[in-house]
């Protein structure tokens, strides 16, 4: 059973707010992952971590920044919404070749 | 350029039946496959994984098949049950590009009862 988590599952928000999703996990795993999801489509990678004060940019451009101060958390931040960031926004962990997700955050900008 | 295909957007199988699932690969360099089942508003749950070193996977009614010459891989759902219907999703990855993963479109499945 994974063990990640992701707060809020859903949020409805104006353009030019920041926003925070939330994503915690408590397996101890090293590699955290963010993706963006769109019905019909692929996920895409936007950050990614190899461990604490490790982030990298994935393959899709995103306005987002991410940190890990903490090995268990890994939260990723909108300065500025615009309604091209509607999506869902999932979370990952891994350990080696497994990654686990989890519930995601479906956002709305309006 | 999309690395992982999968170029059945939908499928529909009778109940009890077998439901096959296909996905395409282009980089060679690719050493771990997996499958993800997906519902509406939740995030994907693994469902099965193998490695580039078997051409066969097996767990319970799923079962993972990869032809690396082909770079092929597809996943037998068998008896098929309206509880599997859902969007399920192939990735890859290998050690060599970090560890990330690399994800198909998904297919979506219905199991007509």
């Known amino acids: 059973e994974a063990d990640i988590y992701q707060t809020p599952r859903y949020l409805v928000i104006g353009t030019g707010k920041k926003i925070t999703l939330e994503c915690s996990q408590t397996m101890g795993h090293d590699k955290m992952y963010w993706y963006q999801q769109d019905p019909g489509m692929e996920l895409h990678l936007i950050h990614y971590?190899?461990?604490?004060?490790?982030?990298e940019k994935g393959d899709l451009s995103s306005e987002s920044t991410v940190s890990r101060i903490r090995t268990e958390h890994f939260p990723l931040t909108l300065e500025s919404a615009r309604p091209s960031h509607t999506s869902q926004y999932l979370c990952a962990s891994s350990l080696v070749y497994e990654q686990y997700f989890g519930p995601g955050t479906r956002l709305t900008v309006t | 350029d999309q690395q992982v295909k999968q170029n059945s957007p939908s499928l529909s199988v009778q109940k009890g039946r077998i439901s096959i699932l296909n996905c395409d690969y282009t980089n060679s360099m690719f050493d771990y496959f997996l499958w993800y089942k997906k519902y509406p508003a939740e995030g994907p749950t693994f469902l099965i994984s193998?490695?580039?070193?078997?051409d066969k996977n097996e767990d319970g009614r799923f079962t993972v098949f990869l032809n690396k010459s082909a770079k092929h891989l597809s996943l037998h759902i068998v008896p098929s049950q309206p509880g599997d219907s859902a969007v399920y999703f192939c990735?890859?990855?290998?050690?060599?590009?970090?560890?990330?993963?690399?994800f198909g479109t998904g297919t979506s499945l219905t199991v007509i009862p």
């Open positions: 971590s190899y461990g604490v004060n490790s982030t």
């Open positions: 990735a890859a990855s290998t050690a060599e590009i970090g560890n990330q993963f690399y």
């Open positions: 193998i490695s580039s070193i078997k």
